[in-house]
Structure formats: C-alpha cells, structure tokens
C-alpha cells in the first residue's frame, strides 16, 4: 500500500512529502515517471537506503510482497544543500547512502533502522534533513532557486539563456551551478516540466486538441510533442 504524509512545517521548504509502500501481496512492476524529484529512500526489509537521483526518463521498478519503504522526496531546488557530492552525478542512478555521506553521518542517519514505528522513523527523518539544513544552508544558490522558479512558472517553455542574460552571468555558468544543485541542466529540467504540464493538459482538456495542446506547450508540431513524450515517458501523448 502506498501512502503520502506531509512533512512538518519546520521542513516543508525542503521536503514535497514523505511516502510509504509496504505489505505488498504479490511481486510488482510498475513504471515510474521524472517528476525533477530525487528521493531518499529506505528500505526497511533490507536495512538499507539509497538516493534515486532525479529522472529524465522513465524506469521500471519491481516491489516484492516483503518490501517495507519509506521515502522523502525532496523539493528540487533544495536537496543540493543537503549533500555534498555534484548533484548531477546521481541523475537516473541509485546511489548508496554509504557513498553519499560522512561515515560518522551515514552512522546516524542508520539508526533510523532501529525505529518501529513509521511515525517515530519520520520525526527521526526530520531531525535529520534540518541539521543538514542548518549545516549546509549558506550554500544556498539563489540564481538557481531563481531558475527554478522561472522554470516551474512558465511550465518549462523559457529560454534558458534569457535567464542568463538576466542574472549577468554566461549560459554555460548557469548550467554547471544547475545541474550541480539540481541534478540536471536547466534545459533538461525544463522538458520535464514541460512534459508533466502537457500530460495534465491531455488528462484535462479532453476536448483539446493535441496538436493545440502541442503548439500552446512550445513544441514545434505534434510529431515534436510525440517524441518527446516517447523519450520521457515511453507513451504517446494519447496514453495520457
């Protein structure tokens, strides 16, 4: 059963929510699709965890009846604070917790194992993800929390060396502190922006043409929409 819990106030600046899955009742395969979220998960029925880097495209993942899950998905422009490897190095991977953190750090976010509850291991969670905040929060880059913003508010069909231009530094600058504190280039978190507010366009305005939702999306034509939605997402834009 899959399951979404709000996070506490102090952290909901940082985290888009936490979700469970467990006591599943037979083998399952489902498809997940890029959301520009990357998420800490533990996976509690094997005492370990890992970060599922940010996505550009789909990937299957496959849940035994023995799986105990939690999550935390981290809001985009945020989770850069909190680790201190190039975020861009993780994208469409599944690294270790191990090679992501200090030992002593990994040492004490372990211990959230020996939890029993979920309420207890998410506190423990949050406790977490705030002194990461607190030690981290000065390398907090506001051209890309920018960048994000202007991104998110134009669903993803900007011109990213505008946004350059207005913040006076170079395109190529800008794509390095991105994908740094993202995961990836501004240009590709823009397609899956873009993506995911033509796909809620398709499942809303049925009426809607494709090829209008195409041209009022910035693709070219619906051949460009197709593609792009074959790439990011294996389906065509009728699936949605």
């Not at 009846?65 to 945020?78: H, Q």
């Not at 502190?177 to 305005?205: D, H, Q, Y």
């Not at 792009?228 to 389906?235: D, L, M, N, T, V």
């Amino acid at each position: 059963m899959y399951q979404e819990i709000k996070p506490s106030k102090r952290i909901d600046n940082l985290v888009d929510t936490f979700w469970t899955f467990s006591k599943n009742e037979v083998n399952e395969k489902f498809k997940v699709l890029p959301d520009t979220c990357s998420d800490l998960v533990f996976d509690f029925s094997q005492n370990r965890g890992f970060l599922s880097g940010v996505m550009t495209t789909y990937q299957f993942k496959e849940l035994s009846p023995e799986t105990d899950l939690i999550g935390v998905r981290f809001k985009s422009e945020k989770i850069g604070l909190l680790f201190d490897i190039p975020l861009y190095e993780t994208k469409n991977l599944r690294v270790e917790l191990s090679e992501l953190f200090p030992t002593k750090t990994f040492q004490s976010l372990n211990q959230v194992n020996d939890l029993e509850t979920t309420i207890d291991k998410i506190a423990f969670l949050e406790n977490f993800i705030e002194m990461l905040f607190n030690q981290n929060h000065q390398k907090r880059d506001q051209i890309v929390l920018s960048t994000v913003q202007n991104i998110r508010t134009s669903h993803g069909i900007i011109n990213i060396n505008d946004i350059a231009k207005s913040h006076n530094i170079s395109l190529r600058q800008l794509e390095r502190r991105f994908k740094n504190c993202v995961g990836l280039t501004a240009k590709e978190f823009s397609n899956v922006v873009r993506f995911n507010n033509a796909r809620e366009s398709i499942s809303k305005l049925s009426k809607t043409s494709l090829l209008e939702i195409a041209f009022d999306m910035g693709f070219f034509d619906h051949s460009h929409m197709t593609h792009e939605f074959k790439r990011i997402s294996g389906e065509n834009p009728s699936f949605f």
